[in-house]
């Protein structure tokens, strides 16, 4: 995937018991996609409270979000309770698939408590047209990106009309 261009569809159901579509979302600016690798993660959990605790600035930006993995949804639900995630949506049970069309890293679990299959870290910004404005995709759990500098970023761009960048 290139900036500018489409994304694949998501399309994906809540913890709430509601169901998630990409292309029905009406961003003010973006939608943020953040994969996480799961309930087994302390690294997802980290960076999920992060989120958590700054969903009123993406808001007040104009950003929607939500946190995908391919846990079950026993998982997901255990993991939003556990890591006190309140308002944040997270959606499970991405397919395998689907994380391979979207570009990110598949790993098979290495000890015990990792589901047996599972996608390393990613992150995605797109613009309300869906198309590509950024992404960052990991292949291991370690050195997400900083949570202030990606807002710090979301403010630069909306204030300077900065174009999505690395399409070429």
């Known amino acids: 995937m290139k900036p500018n261009q489409e994304v694949p569809q998501l399309d994906l159901n809540l ?3 509601t169901r998630w579509e990409l292309n029905k979302q009406k ?4 939608t943020l996609v953040l994969f996480y690798r799961g309930l087994h993660c302390p690294i997802c959990k980290k960076q999920l409270k ?3 605790s700054k969903l009123s600035d993406f808001e007040e930006r104009g950003v929607n979000l939500i946190a ?7 998982r997901a ?3 939003a309770e556990k890591w006190e995630t309140g ?6 049970e991405l397919t ?4 391979r069309e979207w570009g990110l890293y598949i790993s098979h679990a290495i000890k015990e408590g990792e589901p047996e299959v599972f996608s390393e870290p990613g992150l995605f910004l797109i613009k309300p047209d869906g198309t590509l404005y950024s992404s960052i995709i990991q292949t291991m759990p370690f050195a997400r990106p900083d949570i202030d500098g990606l807002l710090k970023g979301i403010d630069f761009i909306k204030k300077e009309d900065y ?5 070429k």
């Open 15 to 17: 913890i709430n018991g």
């Open 50 to 52: 992060e989120f958590t």
């Open 163 to 167: 174009p999505a960048r690395g399409g």
């Open 27 to 30: 961003p003010k600016s973006f």
């Open 96 to 99: 395998e698939d689907k994380a």
């Open 87 to 92: 308002n944040l949506p997270i959606a499970y």
């Open 77 to 79: 639900k255990l993991s």
């Open 68 to 74: 995908v993995s391919m846990d079950t949804e026993k």
